[in-house]
């Protein structure tokens, strides 16, 4: 049974820093490419990071890229989310997920239950 368990999620101000983290079980973690995706209460679930099996190929929403860095260690089966300079607007439940293809679109294969990341101005 495949599980991936999001963690470091909590309350931050605005301008802060947070680190992600999503570990897997379960199924062959190198051989996923992993994403991070977000949602906000009576929003749809967007895109936000994506990395490759490898770790060498990263893709980011316009909305972060340059203030969020999405890495892997496949040796621990972890994928992080290392957000810097955070505003308001990044406050949400974000999900870690993985899938056999790095894409933007929800359609991933298995996804965490999410934890909540709250800034505050």
């Known amino acids: 049974q495949v599980q991936l368990v999001e963690s470091g999620g909590g309350p931050v101000q605005a301008g802060g820093s947070l680190r992600l983290s999503c570990t897997a079980s379960?199924?062959?973690?190198?051989?996923?490419?992993m994403g991070w995706f977000r949602r906000t209460p009576g929003k749809e679930r967007e895109f936000v990071a994506t990395i490759s099996w490898g770790g060498s190929s990263t893709l980011y929403a316009d909305s972060v890229k340059g203030r969020f860095t999405i890495s892997r260690d496949n040796a621990k089966n972890t994928v992080y989310l290392q957000m810097t300079a955070l505003k308001v607007e990044d406050t949400a439940v974000y999900y870690c997920?993985?899938?056999?293809?790095?894409?933007?679109?929800?359609?991933?294969?298995?996804w965490g239950q999410g934890t909540q990341v709250t800034v505050s101005s």
């Open positions: 379960g199924l062959t973690f190198g051989s996923y490419a």
């Open positions: 997920a993985a899938d056999r293809i790095r894409k933007v679109e929800t359609t991933y294969a298995y």
